[in-house]
């Protein structure tokens, strides 16, 4: 980021916007000038209004809504001020400053064409598919256009309708023809807002037209300007960044559509700005407010521990070690994150730091989302504590000897303490803990994460969460930009990647063939289902249908089921049959996602399997291969060969899923394609922590504008912790981030 200002310039200042600029360069009607009531109030210190202003004007105030029925449906959408109706950007423009006759659009190409209506028809050839045909007219040429199973634009596309169609144009026996993507009516709108112009194009919210959407955005955006801009003015021209009012004009309202494009940078870094900033307080508050325990790293219990291991740690081992220990040994509590590949060695690195804790006279406590997995580590972690002299609990809502148990832990008589959400209830007292590692945080709620710590006495204890699901880089920048990240990059030697294929549900029979070889071999096998039962509104196969169905066709095999319905008794009784090779074949829900470690099991079906994430089938996958034989993944699935009723891929997104899964065993390629083909909205919702959506901001597209907010957010910080000498910056993360912002901002 070459020719900055000093940090102290960067920061002293902030950009002004120009009071006198407006969409299309006239006078604005809501500037300092203007008389009008309406949106016109308190001006922020520079010279604007601000966002958090602008989130106090209720909607009801915009003009060109129509009436209340209009502001009641943008209410029921979440628009409720005139800064959420600001927010609402158009998903795509149309250029009607120049119209290109038909006969001279380009073929083979995605193009919008602008005409009128001439004919309309709606034909049914047969059932379930219904083609609704129109007839555009340029003045000179025609073009048809074909619109399938969309039988009601037959009534709103009528003759003599203005419309603009998207899509690809060919040529057939002569006729220009178009396979349309979309249809926007410009007809009956504003004439200013669609004639000659770049035309806005909004998503649809509960009914509300595009023209009254134009005209309400029109109306609350000349009055809101000058919109003011709290960036520090040296932030803006480091990285060639136009003022915010300028962005909020242009990524509606373009002059030009390579307008559009300045905007959109402009308000995707505010975006990703605003985020880094909460995350940034909150890192500092971590350091600055809380408590931490200086841990004893001279005692020898861990080095003891790592002694009776029969295996060498991998080098990603001892570094992660070495860096969890390094802040242990600090006054300020830990909050780090553990990733890694499935079998890349996580736990014994997090019972590393655990006992890190109790060779200092500390107790660890060990949060896992499942009984099941809770009891994998207990059962797992526990002779390895017996060979060092630790004494380890395990607390989950079903143990029987709950009172007993309690009394141990808060009289100190256990040293470490494995648990599912038992451990953050009331009546859980712990005599001294230090340390609590959170074995996949994304399943958890982060105030889960916060009762968690809270359970230490004076101080607060460290935080290591674990995760085996790989997270992009950019996507650690953002859902888990407060931790300090350590990855295990290496795999300890001996673990091969597991063969993957894809198979059409036709073909299932290759799949039980699979199964029945491996478990003449020896081996066992797990076979997922999307569902616990049937269900009328989904198809997709049940766990109980399928173990009833799969214990016919495997009448010799011993054939269990799992899932999280089942009493917390009968899902240990399972996975004891399970350890122990009683069962053959397992069918189960994704109840067995994350720290089942059955060594024996080398063969994963997976069915309806498009009906998964990426990362998700990276971790199912991971449960087989873990001993001394090969693992190997059947996913069945239609997606890649299902046709629609066009005869065009019916699943695009499943598809994508099953051949990126087959082709790649790289858990974080698999992550960032799956963040790619989900959006980021569903990833990072996953971590529950209301980190809001990012609207314009890609965190796959933007890297560059990620690092840049991150760095500047965080130098930000640094001087000006509280923001207090930004409080305009402040009330805007308030305003936006609204209930994430008390989060970010106070836990």
């Known amino acids: 980021m070459g020719g900055r200002t000093g940090q102290s310039s960067r920061y002293a200042t902030r950009r002004m916007s120009n009071p006198s600029q407006s969409i299309n360069g006239a006078r604005d009607p809501g500037s300092a000038s203007a008389t009008s009531s309406n949106l016109v109030g308190d001006r922020a210190s520079g010279g604007g209004r601000s966002l958090a202003y602008l989130a106090e004007i209720p909607i009801d105030r915009v003009k060109g809504l129509g009436g209340p029925r209009d502001g009641g449906r943008l209410k029921k959408a979440g628009i409720t001020s005139v800064m959420d109706l600001l927010f609402h950007f158009p998903r795509r423009t149309i250029d009607r400053t120049r119209k290109p006759p038909f006969a001279e659009i380009p073929l083979d190409e995605e193009v919008t064409a602008i005409g009128t209506v001439t004919k309309v028809s709606l034909r049914r050839p047969r059932a379930k598919l219904s083609i609704v045909e129109v007839t555009l007219t340029d003045g000179a040429s025609f073009l048809t256009v074909a619109f399938f199973n969309q039988p009601w634009l037959a009534k709103q596309l009528p003759q003599g309708t203005e419309v603009a169609i998207s899509g690809v144009v060919d040529r057939v026996r002569g006729r220009l023809q178009m396979k349309p993507k979309a249809v926007d009516v410009l007809s009956g709108t504003a004439e200013a807002l669609v004639t000659g112009r770049v035309v806005p194009v909004y998503g649809s919210i509960n009914k509300v037209g595009q023209a009254t959407l134009r005209r309400a955005m029109h109306n609350a955006l000349q009055r809101a300007r000058p919109i003011s801009d709290p960036v520090p003015e040296g932030v803006l021209e480091s990285l060639d960044l136009i003022s915010r009012d300028q962005a909020f004009g242009d990524i509606h309202f373009p002059e030009e559509q390579v307008d559009e494009i300045p905007a959109r940078r402009r308000l995707a870094f505010d975006e990703l700005y605003r985020l880094e900033l909460a995350l940034a307080i909150r890192k500092h508050q971590q350091l600055s407010k809380s408590k931490g325990v200086r841990h004893d790293l001279s005692a020898g219990l861990v080095a003891a521990f790592l002694e009776s291991l029969p295996y060498s740690l991998t080098g990603a081992q001892i570094r992660a070690i070495n860096e969890i220990q390094s802040d242990m040994a600090s006054s300020h509590p830990m909050h780090r994150l553990l990733q890694g590949e499935v079998g890349s060695g996580k736990t014994i690195v997090a019972l590393a730091a655990l006992l890190t804790a109790v060779q200092s006279g500390f107790q660890g406590a060990v949060m896992a989302p499942t009984e099941v997995?809770?009891?994998?580590?207990?059962?797992?972690?526990?002779?390895?504590?017996?060979?060092?002299?630790?004494?380890?609990?395990?607390?989950?809502?079903?143990?029987?000897?709950?009172?007993?148990?309690?009394?141990?832990?808060?009289?100190?008589?256990?040293?470490?303490?494995?648990?599912?959400?038992?451990?953050?209830?009331?009546g859980v007292h712990f005599d001294n803990l230090a340390m609590a590692v959170i074995d996949e945080q994304h399943r958890f709620g982060v105030h889960q994460r916060v009762q968690l710590r809270e359970k230490g006495d004076e101080t607060d204890p460290d935080l290591l969460i674990m995760t085996a699901t790989p997270i992009p880089r950019t996507l650690a920048m953002t859902a888990y930009g407060d931790l300090d990240v350590t990855e295990l990059d290496e795999m300890p030697p001996g673990r091969s990647p597991v063969e993957t294929s894809v198979i059409p549900s036709a073909e299932e029979h290759v799949a039980w063939a699979a199964i029945e070889e491996e478990v003449a071999a020896g081996r066992q096998a797990f076979v997922v289902?999307?569902?616990?039962?049937?269900?009328?509104?989904?198809e997709a196969a049940s766990a109980v249908a399928e173990h009833d169905r799969l214990s016919k066709i495997f009448a010799g095999l011993e054939v269990g089921l799992l899932h999280g319905q089942m009493p917390s008794v009968d899902k240990q009784e399972v996975m004891a049959q399970m350890r122990s090779g009683t069962l053959d074949v397992m069918v189960a829900t994704t109840v067995i996602e994350v720290g089942i470690d059955i060594q024996n099991?080398?063969?994963?079906?997976?069915?309806?399997?498009?009906?998964?994430?990426?990362?998700?089938?990276?971790?199912?996958?991971?449960?087989?291969?873990?001993?001394s034989w090969p693992g190997r993944c059947i996913a069945i699935s239609d997606a890649p060969w299902k046709l629609d009723s066009k005869g065009a891929i019916a699943n695009p997104d499943g598809k994508a899923r099953m051949e990126a899964f087959a082709d790649s065993t790289d858990g974080f390629l698999l992550a960032e394609a799956d963040l790619r083909i989900r959006?980021?909205?569903?990833?990072?919702?996953?971590?529950?922590?209301?980190?809001?959506?990012?609207?314009?901001?890609?965190?796959?597209?933007?890297?560059?504008?990620?690092?840049?907010?991150?760095?500047?957010?965080?130098?930000?910080?640094?001087?000006?912790?509280?923001?207090?000498?930004?409080?305009?910056?402040?009330?805007?993360?308030?305003?936006?981030?609204?209930?994430a912002a008390e989060f970010l901002l106070h836990s």
């Open 601 to 627: 099991a080398t063969l994963m079906v997976i069915e309806d399997a498009q009906r998964f994430g990426l990362s998700q089938l990276h971790q199912l996958r991971g449960r087989v291969g873990r001993g």
């Open 679 to 739: 959006r980021q909205g569903t990833v990072l919702g996953a971590r529950q922590s209301g980190v809001p959506d990012l609207k314009l901001a890609n965190i796959l597209d933007d890297r560059d504008l990620l690092e840049a907010a991150r760095e500047e957010a965080f130098a930000l910080v640094e001087q000006d912790p509280e923001l207090d000498h930004h409080p305009e910056l402040r009330a805007e993360l308030r305003a936006v981030l609204g209930d």
């Open 373 to 426: 997995l809770a009891e994998q580590h207990y059962f797992g972690m526990k002779p390895l504590c017996d060979e060092v002299g630790v004494r380890m609990g395990l607390l989950t809502g079903s143990v029987a000897d709950r009172t007993a148990i309690l009394a141990d832990i808060a009289e100190g008589r256990l040293d470490i303490v494995v648990g599912t959400h038992a451990l953050i209830q009331e």
């Open 529 to 538: 289902c999307p569902l616990v039962e049937d269900s009328d509104s989904v």
